[in-house]
């Protein structure tokens, strides 16, 4: 399965990106720590987000935070 991450044109850092790739555990670890860091919850304690189906499609932790919170905002 080939991840396509929005890097823009340059090749050299999408490929840096693949590579550098969290897993799963390690990118959930982070998305919690960034939203609990900007609004004292946990994601558990946010509205469900597709958080897996972000994950998979290659969503930086930092965006998946800024995206879970927004919908928790309304």
Do not use: F
Not at 16 to 25: C, D, L, Q, R, T
Not at 29 to 55: E, F, M, N, Q
């Amino acid at each position: 399965m080939a991840v396509e991450l929005d890097t823009g044109s340059c090749p050299i850092k999408r490929l840096e990106n693949i590579m550098a790739k969290k897993s799963w555990g390690e990118w959930i670890k982070t998305v919690d720590a960034i939203i609990v860091r900007r609004v004292g919850l946990s994601h558990d304690d946010l509205p469900d987000c597709p958080y897996r189906a972000w994950y998979d499609e290659g969503v930086s932790p930092s965006r998946a935070a800024s995206m879970a919170v927004r919908n928790a905002m309304g």
